[in-house]
């Protein structure tokens, strides 16, 4: 495999995460719409795949953050098998990023954090949606709603133990950047230890 010496003059940079928080701070500074969706793509043990949009919750420790109910479908299938892939995608920049890595949840006192700084109506909300599961009615859903607004009537709201913040780590990233006539340049990066090897690929 090509080093990411061999393509200094050419590739992005020779940190795939730098250079993907660049782009997304810039699509977002832009006000792009959808500047911080992403679409996150999970698979049971036997390898059926489902894939939904999520938001991303910004970077730390060089994991990509996200937040989920772990009993959700995503949840779930994590739980057997924690392998995943993401991409996010900025037209309006021409630029994309996929991800596939190994997904774990954060320690509880990082989703504490990220909970109490949510505004109570969402907070709320974690605790009223049993995510993925069937549901007889939009009436059902705001009678939960009000179950719980009661329950936590006066006190602060605290994190369900079945929410929280999960960390994607990356093996492998692509960068991509849109060219004329679906010439685009993409590169390639796997993790060796502390660094990343590169490859161009061809579009």
Sequence with gaps: ???????????????????????????????????????????????????????????????????????????????????????FFWPLLDRQVRMEGEVARAPAAESDEYFAGRDRESQLGAWASHQSRPLASRAELDAELARVRARFE???????????VLHFVPARVELWIGGSHRLHDRFDYERDGAAWRVRRLSP
């Design 154 to 164: 006066g006190r602060a709201v605290e994190r369900p133990p079945h929410w929280g």
């Design 1 to 87: 495999m090509t080093t990411s010496d061999d393509f200094s003059s050419e590739a992005p940079g020779p940190d795939p995460l730098v250079v993907f928080a660049a782009w997304q701070q810039s699509a977002s500074e832009r006000g792009f719409p959808g500047a911080d969706a992403l679409s996150f793509a999970t698979a049971t043990p036997d390898g059926r795949p489902s894939v939904r949009t999520v938001l991303y919750k910004g970077m730390r420790d060089g994991a990509v953050r996200l937040v989920t109910n772990y009993e959700s479908r995503k949840g779930e299938e994590l739980a057997k098998n924690p392998h995943a892939a993401l991409v």
